[in-house]
């Protein structure tokens, strides 16, 4: 729900002239007169915006004096700050109430995300779990079976934990055995996590609770689970404070959190996170370290004969997972140390350094998203040109044969390492998740589940382009939008990227996006620099003080599509999330002609401070830190969004989205960068803040408000894009 002190606007659209009325004098509203309605051009009011406060707070850095008069709104938890948020928040939503057809595409959102949802099954024991979802239930719910043809009853409801629906799952473990189930949750949407057990033969909770769990795994040994938790933060800093000395424990059942046996910790290096498994066999446990998001260290402890760790990997300058202990000290990793397309290698203990590690699935020209272990065989799974290729080979490691999927898309399997049937997921940008039921011994897969939408994805098409950015690289960008759209430079459109971490942006169904490709939207997603779609060398082209080559290939892709006519200037809006948001902010200062509209969501905005708060340190290791040397901070602050904004130029309509428990990207960020934009911008489009009350960085966030948040944002989108809006495809007025 939006939060209570909000007033929602009721007056009805101007009238529109020319219905026809009825022989006893009622008026009847027909389909085409109420579009006619909604699409009005009147003028829509922008409460003045709220006056800020100004603090003197100047920084120096390297001999440069940055000044930081909104240091203030760092502090989450004060009173003025609450009133900041309720101000921005009265003039955002006085906004948005006024845009005639809001209520109809929330209306509409609603049906097309009103269908059921399966995840793949995967098996425990004798049982298999599945989170299901009816339609618009908050949270998803997490099913149990015997076997594939027993009845489905009800696990765990999240929906029941909370009545804003603002709890969800977060992670789980089984034991050996498949009785006990630890599972975490997760509350306001904050990263932040609260460990639980239940026995699965009775469905009933244990007494044994951990707390302050983050960025952390449950690893089952014997009676027991391994986990990683912070030192509870000092009172009044949940969400801010800075998350040091992460550590690995052991909690027995049964007994208490202060007894849980410390594993793991590093008094030497507090910004270093650590992360722990046991293999299949429980014949050793694993810990992995990381400085950044980027690289990881690798240790082993046989935990059948003792002993100290092993080191397998003493840096961080790549990246290293173990999938399988195959005995005798031999076990087969995922790394992409000499292989930045990813590669799986074979490790012996007893010569555990790097140079030693021998080829078991070599690296190729394509890159290594993943490996299953299922049905006695390995199941690798392959990004080529952004879309799913999975491979299959026997264990050891001679290739077999490629599993056939439905189209030009992402596919993800789960499965047991010695059951004969797996499933695999399938969806597209079109095409809503898909479950298939796969047997290995005749390699043939049949549909599980296929949903069924009001979105009629046959009427539309998805194409994959290459695009030159501002150094000659090509880029590519898939483009959806519904058959027969004329390019003529006249269609709203909505281009998205993300460009950093590693992190690759897949071709992938989302019910947010069909109400806009409704309305004759284009959807541009383009494959950045930064992310991990052409492997690790594609990463780092990205990263650090290459990071402007993200922004150079974001501006090239809005320039394709105006060039070639999807869209103009006046009709493209641009968005991305959390480092994605700074993308989006990064953009719109640096060419703010390019747009008519941004949104910047969750986004990190002040680039010389956002190692100082929670996690955020972790990040440095992508984007470098201003304290470090002069020309980490130059290059920083050359594309800071909060740095950037200058005075007197008129910026895109702007509506920056946070959530006020983001413990990952913290709202200051949005906060300050918004403050400074409504100080500095000239013209008539709006600058915008919206902050959603008791919500996080975004996983977890209840369907209600991902409804409500995303019926604003199109909105927004579409009014200030001059888009003309058709409910007679889809919704119906029923005037």
């Known amino acids: ?44 009011t922008v409460k003045a915006y709220p006056e800020v406060r100004k603090d003197s707070v100047v920084d120096d850095y390297f001999g440069t004096l940055i000044a930081d008069p909104y240091r203030w709104l760092e502090n989450d938890t004060s009173e003025e700050t609450a009133a900041w948020v309720k101000a921005q928040n009265e003039v955002t939503f006085d906004y948005l109430t006024q845009i005639p057809f809001r209520e109809d595409l929330e209306k509409r959102l609603t049906e097309l995300w009103n269908y059921e949802k399966v995840s793949a099954p995967f098996k425990k024991g004798d049982h298999y779990f599945m989170y299901k979802n009816d339609g618009i239930q908050n949270q998803s719910v997490l099913y149990i079976q015997k076997g594939l043809d027993g009845e489905q009853e009800v696990l765990l409801d999240p929906n029941s934990l ?14 050996k055995n498949n009785r006990y189930m630890a599972y975490g949750i997760s509350k306001a949407g904050s990263d932040w996590v609260e460990i639980q057990v239940m026995d699965l033969e009775t469905k009933t909770l244990l007494e044994d609770k951990v707390n302050w769990v983050k960025f ?63 293999t299949d066999d429980e014949a050793y446990l694993v810990v992995t370290t990381s400085e950044s998001t980027n690289g990881n260290s690798l240790m082993v402890k046989d935990l059948k004969n003792g002993g100290a760790f092993v080191t397998l990997v003493d840096n961080f300058d790549t990246d290293n997972y173990i999938l399988d202990h195959l005995g005798n000290g031999q076990f087969l990793v995922n790394t992409n140390y000499k292989a930045p397309n990813n590669r799986i290698c074979l490790v012996d203990i007893n010569k555990p350094e790097q140079e030693n590690w021998v080829d078991y699935i070599p690296e190729k020209e394509y890159v290594l998203t993943g490996v299953t272990l299922a049905g006695n065989k390995m199941i690798a799974n392959y990004m080529k040109n952004v879309q799913s290729k999975l491979e299959v080979y026997d264990s050891a490691a001679n290739y077999l044969y490629d599993i056939a999927l439905p189209g030009i898309g992402i596919a993800g399997i789960s499965g047991d390492k010695d059951e004969n049937t797996a499933f695999y997921s399938f969806t597209s940008y079109t095409t809503p998740t898909e479950i298939y039921k796969y047997n290995f011994d005749e390699n043939k897969a049949e549909l599980f589940f ?8 046959s009427e539309y098409v998805t194409e994959q382009v290459f695009y030159p950015s501002k150094d000659g690289t090509k880029i590519p960008m898939f483009i959806t939008y519904k058959k027969g759209t004329q390019l003529d430079g006249n269609n709203p459109t909505f281009l998205y990227g993300y460009g950093g971490f590693n992190i690759s942006i897949t071709p992938r169904f989302s019910a947010i996006n069909t109400v806009f490709l409704e309305q004759g939207g284009v959807y541009a997603v383009a494959n950045l620099r930064g992310g991990s779609e052409f492997g690790e060398d594609w990463h780092t082209a990205g990263w650090r003080l290459d990071k402007q080559n993200v922004f150079d290939d974001f501006i090239a892709a809005a320039e394709y599509l ?42 990190v905005l002040d680039m010389l401070r956002y190692h100082k708060f929670t996690i955020g340190w972790a990040w440095a ?9 002069e020309e980490n901070f130059k290059n ?31 709202p200051a960020h949005s906060m300050k ?63």
């Not at 009721?10 to 006619?36: M, R």
């Open 450 to 457: 296929q949903p069924k939408t009001a979105f009629n994805g």
């Open 636 to 666: 920083l602050l050359s594309y800071s969004p909060l740095h950037n904004v200058k005075e007197g130029v008129e910026y895109p309509a702007t509506m920056v989205v946070t959530g006020d428990h983001d413990d990952r990207v913290v």
């Open 673 to 735: 960068f918004i403050s400074e934009l409504q100080a500095k911008h000239q013209g008539a489009n709006p600058v915008l803040v919206r902050v959603d009350v008791n919500a996080g960085h975004g996983a977890g966030k209840p369907t209600e408000k991902v409804i409500e948040e995303w019926a604003d944002v199109w909105s927004f989108v579409l009014w200030n894009t001059k888009a003309t809006v058709n409910f007679n495809d889809g919704a119906k007025d029923e005037n």
């Open 621 to 629: 290791g992508e984007y470098g830190r201003s304290d470090t040397d």
């Open 1 to 44: 729900m939006r939060p209570n002190y909000i007033e929602m606007n009721k007056t009805l659209p101007l009238f529109v002239a020319g219905i026809t009325l009825l022989a006893c004098g009622e008026k009847k509203t027909s389909e085409k007169d109420t579009n006619l309605e909604k699409n009005q051009r009147k003028e829509i």
């Open 216 to 278: 952390s795994g449950i690893s089952w040994y014997k009676n027991g689970f391994y986990y990683s938790s912070y030192d509870p933060p000092v009172e009044g800093s949940d969400y801010s404070g800075k998350n040091e000395f992460h550590k690995v424990y052991y909690h027995e059942l049964g007994t208490k959190q202060y007894e849980d046996v410390l594993v793991y910790e590093d008094k030497e290096h507090p910004q270093r996170n650590a992360g722990s498994g046991v």
């Open 562 to 603: 105006i060039e070639n006519k999807y869209t103009s200037s006046e009709k493209l809006a641009v968005h991305g999330r959390s480092n994605g948001g700074l993308l989006a902010g990064a953009v719109m200062t640096q060419r703010p002609d390019l747009m008519k509209v941004s949104i910047p969501g969750v986004g």
């Open 162 to 175: 909370s009545a804003e629906g603002t709890t969800s799952l977060n992670g789980m473990g089984f034991s």
